[in-house]
């Protein structure tokens, strides 16, 4: 018997793979991502027709969570690469294809947004056989279904073409037979206030139990929550559930194994199914900057000091990742980072290190954070990736330089303000110059004076969401944090 296959749907920012997963879990998840971006991995199952399954892996598509990508990629029997039509190949799309075809890993393609006018498929195909993605049709054997993730066009025919391409999988693999080893991958671990340490798991073989030991360790899991949020007591091979009973992080991408009694190291074959399987996510991965920290700081000025606090390994990570890829180019340090909320210890390391305290969907209660301005510590918290790097890098450059480069793209005025039932403000706006942008900064002078700076979240133009509005259109615009602007305010769109 064949047993549930796991597909990583996978492509570049913003071409609908959440909104994808969305049509078919009818959970709206797209709706309350930060910034409309998955920020980290995603995975449950699906049901389809005659009772038949899939789990779905749903990985992030900004270019600085490349790990989970790569994580995602490994731990999947097939890869849905979604294309949106009116973008085509992009940066994510091609780094997509790299891991797809370094790793030989079955793929389909999703041809995403064909509901939108003028849609040319035709030229994504072009450019999909040009790096390597050889479609049926142009010469390879690579399906291909062009689909509304957003209508729901033709997903049924997808979801029939992922079970007919694992049906006619002959690997070894794709069957499901009873295994005397009880194995999971980790794609996440993270810290939750009330149950600790937890793993959100895909189970590789076997089953996992609650009450099953983690092996070499007196660790026991202590319940299973599987992708509705409902307990059970039992988890078998391809379920994506969360573990509990944990009392430290693992490693992301790290295969775990479990027995229903206590088994330590002892030499033997345990040994050696204990140790990581991919030495490249070594918790050594929490001083990659060690060596960098022995150099000397630049003549311009000092190093941004930063410590890091996020809400689970797979976050921490591709944060550090991203920072590590930019390092040459700017004087940034990591202090330390670590999982959970900022306590009153950062605050203390950040007063005597020098340091920024940067937290990433983690909070801070009341208390630390007035301990923290009374002793004049920044704490920059953010829920979007792409807000964060940008502050850093802008903070980082203010430091070694003195000053922070900017550049105005945009400017547009007031006509309309809107307040949405969930108690946010829309500026609707006609662009004067040049363009706004989803994601830039947003700041906002009246009669003659600067009254607000914050971010662009949401650029909507008649109902629909769009990444940029040019010059001599109107939009309305979503602030971040949120604010109420007056007609007759100039919103300036300003590029750090």
């Known amino acids: 018997m064949k047993r549930t296959p796991v597909v990583a ?46 789990t779905f892996i749903d990985t992030p598509g900004h270019e600085a969570f490349f790990k989970i990508r790569e994580r995602g990629s490994k731990v999947a029997d097939i890869v849905v690469l979604v294309v949106a039509v009116d973008d085509g190949v992009k940066p994510q799309t091609k780094e997509v294809i790299n891991l797809i075809l370094s790793q030989n890993i079955p793929t389909i393609v999703a041809i995403n947004k064909i509901d939108l006018p003028n849609a040319n498929s035709d030229k994504v195909k072009r450019e999909l056989v040009a790096n390597g993605i050889l479609l049926e049709g142009f010469g ?71 009450g099953d030991y983690l092996i070499n360790t007196t660790l026991k899991v ?28 693992k490693s992301c991408g790290e295969t775990i194994y479990f027995s229903n009694t206590i088994v330590k190291n002892t030499g033997n074959k345990d040994e050696n199914i204990v140790k990581k399987d991919d030495k490249s996510f070594s918790n050594d991965r929490f001083n990659i900057f060690d060596a960098l920290n022995t150099e000397k700081e630049k003549k311009a000025g000092r ?3 930063v410590i890091l606090k996020t809400d689970s390994n797979g976050s921490n990570e591709a944060i550090i990742e991203y920072i590590k890829s930019v390092k040459q180019d700017l004087p940034i340090d990591i202090f330390y980072s670590r999982n959970g909320d900022i306590n009153e210890s950062d605050v203390t390391s950040a007063e005597a290190s020098g340091a920024i305290i940067v937290g990433f969907n983690v909070s801070i ?9 009374s002793k004049k510590i920044v704490v920059m918290i953010y829920k979007v990736i792409y807000e964060l790097i940008d502050d850093l890098i802008s903070a980082a450059q203010a430091m070694s330089t003195g ?3 900017e550049t105005k793209i945009g400017s547009s005025k007031v006509l309309q303000v809107f307040t949405l039932s969930n108690g946010m403000f829309v500026a609707g706006c006609r662009v004067m110059e040049g363009k ?37 259109s109107e939009c309305g615009l979503t602030l971040s944090p949120n604010y109420e602007s007056q007609t007759g305010d100039t919103i300036d769109c300003i590029k750090k």
């Open 365 to 373: 209660e009341d208390r630390i954070d007035k301990y923290a301005k």
């Open 403 to 405: 000053e922070i480069q």
């Open 436 to 472: 706004l942008q989803k994601g830039l900064i947003a700041r906002i002078t009246r009669r003659g004076s600067v009254c607000y700076e914050g971010r662009i979240i949401s650029i909507k133009h008649l109902k629909e969401e769009i990444k940029e509005s040019l010059k001599g």
């Open 140 to 210: 390879g054997n690579v399906p291909f279904c062009e689909i509304s993730a957003k209508n729901g066009t033709n997903i049924e025919n997808l979801i029939d073409t992922i079970l007919l391409y694992w049906d006619m999988s002959e690997d070894e693999t794709t069957h499901e037979e009873k295994s005397d080893v009880n194995s999971a991958i980790v794609l996440e671990s993270f810290l939750n206030k009330k149950e600790g340490h937890q793993y959100l798991v895909i189970v590789k073989s076997g089953e996992i139990k609650t």
């Open 9 to 54: 749907i996978m492509g570049h920012v913003d071409h609908g793979k959440t909104t994808l997963l969305d049509y078919l879990m009818n959970s709206r998840i797209a709706e309350k991502e930060s910034g409309g971006i998955t920020q980290s991995v995603r995975s449950f199952m699906y049901t389809a027709k005659e009772d038949r399954s899939i």
């Open 303 to 305: 190093n941004l000091l």
């Open 222 to 249: 202590r319940s299973i929550i599987d992708d509705r949020g409902k307990r059970i007591t039992r988890a078998t091979v391809s379920m994506p559930v969360i573990l509990s009973g944990m009392n430290e992080s």
